[in-house]
């Protein structure tokens, strides 16, 4: 695995797991927690499945799959 898969896998596992610390001393809530869940949860699908992003980027047209990640956010 490249570095930056490696990367965006220990960092979504990072993030779902404050994300749910936060939540568990009530310093999060929940209509938040929902969206960074979400954005998490894409984040590591990515990080597992890269060829995922370069799929969605075809289909919406779009050149550099960069570019819908920062589309997205």
Do not use: C, D, H, Q
Request: positive net charge.
């Amino acid at each position: 695995m490249r570095a930056n898969y490696v990367l965006g896998l220990i960092g979504s596992l990072i993030t779902l797991t404050l994300l749910f610390e936060l939540m568990r001393r009530r310093r999060l809530r929940e209509k938040y927690a929902v969206f960074w869940v979400v954005v998490a949860l894409v984040t590591l699908v990515i990080a597992v499945f890269p060829a995922t992003l370069t799929t969605a980027a075809a289909l919406v047209g779009v050149k550099v799959p960069a570019n819908l990640l920062f589309f997205g956010a």
